[in-house]
């Protein structure tokens, strides 16, 4: 269907104790919109996990490649999919959209890796929208990390996802997603209860974002340890009854159809 959206999250899994032992994937979301394919946050394991997916992702039908921030969970193997988009730099194409700190400086997108691509775009807050194909992208207000961090915000025919990568809560943050009255938000949910006052949320700050912004679906993914000990589809199914609100807990291959989600979580 030209109009058919999903995204296909190759990796759930978040934090370096997580993704060292592979408990949970670390390759990302791929995300399909009518025609355009955008691979988000490819970490480790990234272009292994495309490749062996049934049916395959092609990297060579990529459209572009963002990165919400520059950690190695989130960027692991950004230019091993720029390549593999590319044909190795034998076709000039796509786009890569990233933070500045992450294409400048201590530059986790590789200078020879960004040549390879159409177009580089370095990210601001509150930026956009960028056209990839038939979708555009939005950025978030900065997120509170030792990075710089910046949700997604895509739009595409009449379906709205937000993407809401690592950070810690603050006050302001629910309400900038708010805006764009998203109808499917993802969450990077990783830490069950914040005992060593880290920059990530929390399973308690992840529901009062979704109670702010509404969204027809709320998932979950990049679990930590403590929230794998939780057991992160039984914390969603509470949330789904609690709050009416269709809440999904993201797993390794997992192919969610947005379409068919929203309706679900119609009112």
């Known amino acids: 269907m030209a109009n058919a959206a999903s995204i296909l999250f190759l990796g759930s899994g978040g934090a370096r104790f997580v993704v060292a032992r592979q408990l949970r994937a670390s390759g990302g979301m791929w995300m399909r919109f009518g025609e355009t394919q955008l691979h988000v946050d490819p970490g480790p394991g990234a272009l292994v996990r495309a490749l062996s997916h049934v049916p395959p992702c092609n990297p060579r039908e990529l459209d572009g490649v963002l990165l919400s921030h520059k950690h190695l969970d989130h960027s692991g193997d950004v230019n091993a999919i720029i390549e593999a988009m590319t044909a190795g730099g034998h076709r000039k194409r796509g786009a890569i959209l990233a933070p500045h700190d992450a294409l400048e400086g201590e530059a986790v997108v590789l200078p020879y890796a960004q040549r390879f691509a ?128 269709r809440a999904i807990a993201a797993e390794d291959g997992m192919l969610v159809d947005l379409a068919v989600e929203c309706e679900a979580g119609r009112v």
Request: proline share 5%; with cysteine.
């Open 118 to 245: 159409e177009r580089v775009v370095a990210l601001e807050p509150q930026g956009g929208p960028y056209r990839i194909g038939g979708v555009e992208v939005r950025t978030s207000i900065a997120h509170v990390h030792a990075s710089q961090t910046y949700g997604l915000h895509f739009s595409y025919a009449d379906i709205r996802v937000a993407y809401l990568p690592c950070g810690r809560y603050f006050d302001g943050l629910a309400q900038d997603y708010a805006r764009h009255r998203p109808d499917v938000i993802v969450i990077n949910a990783l830490r069950y209860r914040d005992t060593m006052d880290v920059d990530h949320l929390t399973w308690e700050d992840a529901q009062r974002i979704v109670e702010a912004v509404e969204p027809r679906v709320a998932i979950f993914q990049h679990f930590g340890t403590t929230m794998l000990e939780r057991d992160p589809a039984a914390l969603a199914a509470a949330l789904e009854d609690r709050l009416g609100v």
